[in-house]
């Protein structure tokens, strides 16, 4: 398949069952891979690195049938050299300490394997010159905090090691205001309330969190209902009062109300969704990563004392699925 075979670390081979016939390619490979992220094996189909029956796809929307064998290389990790890439960026606020930026998704925030460069470090790099480069750290220069490469929203990165310092603590003493907005299956019941659960390694899979009994992390998440878009899906606000890693998507996710889209935490058709026509069904299974947005953050200036407060709408992608999968669409 590949014109240079020992750049190919492993491959995951699959079978088609009747479950999965007439899904997209790149939501069948998420459900089988779960050590890779359904944007990930995107870009590893448009590579030219999947075989359905022995010939080349490239498109991830390629429908698989029952039977179907598919065949997805996994090329090995390359090292990589930290580097100024010239990359776009939604800049919300910046002055000499800090920079605030709307991540878009699909931005991984810092370099790391099968993500060596494209990355937010990279781009801050280009854009804030000789300032940023050895603030925190040979590949996390100036990261205080980080969202997942699907999650979009606000993020603050320091240019000075002080204010990395001032603000990595307070977001470690939970002096840190932040708000999020989410679409995840059914309804929730209450409409307002609070998920409390310690967060650790799930002991059944090490590439995912779980709410655990022993070895976690205490997590607290508010939620509140904003809208109820059709019976199957809901628009929440969330808000945290402490940051662990995936904590949102676990949470909700141990309530059972997964996030949409979420290729890690959601693996199973909700028997809810069969209450959507299949339209929108379809395009509430078909998103292409978790719908999450960093939608509001507000911090104290680690040098002037003022606080700040930076708040964002929807992405347009998330706008456009909710329009997709309203009641009235």
Not at 29 to 52: F, P, V
Not at 103 to 132: M, R, W
Not at 257 to 263: E, I, N, R, T, Y
Request: a neutral charge.
């Amino acid at each position: 398949m590949s014109d240079a075979n020992n750049t190919i670390e492993s491959s995951v081979v699959a079978l088609v069952d009747q479950e999965n016939n007439n899904i997209r390619l790149d939501r069948f490979l998420a459900q089988t891979c779960n050590d890779y992220s359904r944007s990930r094996i995107k870009s590893l189909i448009e590579q030219g690195l999947c075989q359905r029956n022995h010939l080349i796809v490239r498109d991830p929307s390629t429908s698989v049938k029952e039977g179907d064998h598919i065949e997805l290389q996994i090329p090995k990790a390359k090292p990589y050299i930290l580097e100024a890439q010239e990359i776009a960026l939604d800049i919300l606020y910046e002055d000499e300490v800090l920079i605030v930026i709307n991540k878009s998704a699909g931005l991984v925030v810092h370099p790391a394997p099968g993500n060596e460069d494209g990355t937010l470090v990279n781009a801050l790099l280009a854009h804030c010159g000789d300032q940023l480069p050895g603030i925190g750290g040979e590949k996390r220069p100036g990261i205080v905090h980080r969202l997942d490469k699907d999650t979009s929203g606000i993020i603050v990165v320091a240019k000075t090691e002080q204010a990395l310092t001032k603000l990595s603590e307070d977001f470690a003493s939970r002096n840190i205001d932040r708000l999020y907005l989410a679409l995840c299956w059914g309804i929730l019941n209450p409409a307002k309330g609070t998920i409390e659960g310690d967060i650790g390694r799930d002991p059944y899979d090490r590439k995912k969190m779980a709410v655990v009994k022993r070895n976690g992390k205490f997590a607290r998440t508010h939620y509140k209902t904003l809208e109820i878009i059709n019976p199957a899906i809901s628009l929440i606000q969330c808000k945290l009062d402490t940051g662990r890693t995936h904590q949102i998507r676990v949470h909700l996710s141990k309530e059972g109300h997964p996030l949409v889209g979420d290729p890690v935490y959601f693996k199973r058709i909700p028997a809810i969704a069969k209450q959507l026509p299949p339209e929108q069904k379809n395009a509430a299974l078909d998103f292409p990563r978790q719908a999450l947005h960093a939608t509001f953050l507000g911090f104290t200036h680690p040098s002037t004392g003022k606080y700040l407060q930076f708040e964002t709408n929807l992405p347009k992608d998330m706008q456009s699925l909710i329009t997709k999968i309203s009641v009235n669409s």
